[in-house]
T-cell receptor, first 114, second 112 residues
Framework: GEDVEQSLFLSVREGDSSVINCTYT??????LYWYKQEPGAGLQLLTY?????DMKQDQRLTVLLNKKDKHLSLRIADTQTGDSAIYFC??????????????FGQGTTLQVKP | DAGITQSPRHKVTETGTPVTLRCHQT?????MYWYRQDPGHGLRLIHY???????DKGEVSDGYSVSRSKTEDFLLTLESATSSQTSVYFC???????????FGEGSWLTVV
């Protein structure tokens, strides 16, 4: 079945790069998304990548997609304390390409130490 | 924020009572969704709508019903709330281009 896996916790020092990893099972997924959730808040869309792309860069964020291994990563350059949050990976399976239904990972808590 | 408003934002209710959560959007998006968020599970889809009066079930639909009588409002109803329905509920929309999915701020529901 469809499943998305993420490591639960990552701790980095301020100024370092953070890399959050995600694996998914549906090789036909059309889009893959990264969301950020701060405590007590909703989900903020950070970025998404279409399945025919290998990389997408947006300011401090770099998304890498390895379709062969079904692996997605989010790299945050020059990590700041304001980046501390839970990061969710989500896939949009091909069967849901029209409806937009998402399958989410459990979320990775990023802790940034000063 | 894609013009999504959820209400109420916080609610405490008793087991067995009915509860309705409202999602309101201002941009005429066709697709709307209700997800619940629980520790260790990420977000899971409850129901979604693809137009007025057109709805379908998600992976965790038992105990929930939905209605969409007009484009801008998507209602989630717990007919008889149970403690297992204590959760954070998020509404979402699919943007007009069909690429991005935006979420509301969430509704925190506690069933005691």
């Amino acid at each position: 079945g469809e499943d998305v896996e993420q490591s639960l916790f990552l701790s980095v020092r301020e100024g370092d790069s953070s890399v959050i990893n995600c694996t998914y099972t549906d090789s036909s997924s059309t889009y893959l998304y990264w969301y950020k959730q701060e405590p007590g808040a909703g989900l903020q869309l950070l970025t998404y990548i279409f399945s025919n792309m290998d990389m997408k860069q947006d300011q401090r964020l770099t998304v890498l997609l390895n379709k062969k291994d079904k692996h997605l990563s989010l790299r945050i350059a020059d990590t700041q304390t304001g980046d501390s949050a839970i990061y969710f990976c989500a896939e949009r399976p091909f069967g849901s390409s029209n409806t937009g239904k998402l399958i989410f990972g459990q979320g990775t808590t990023l802790q940034v130490k000063p | 924020d894609a013009g999504i408003t959820q209400s109420p934002r916080h609610k405490v209710t008793e087991t067995g009572t009915p509860v309705t959560l409202r999602c309101h959007q201002t941009e005429n998006h066709r697709y709307m969704y209700w997800y619940r968020q629980d520790p260790g599970h990420g977000l899971r889809l409850i129901h979604y709508s693809y137009g007025v009066k057109d709805t379908d079930k998600g992976e965790v639909s038992d105990g929930y019903s939905v209605s969409r009588s007009k484009t801008e409002d998507f209602l989630l109803t717990l007919e008889s709330a149970t403690s297992s329905q204590t959760s954070v509920y998020f509404c979402a929309i699919l943007d007009g281009l069909g690429n991005t999915i935006y979420f509301g701020e969430g509704s925190w529901l506690t069933v005691v």
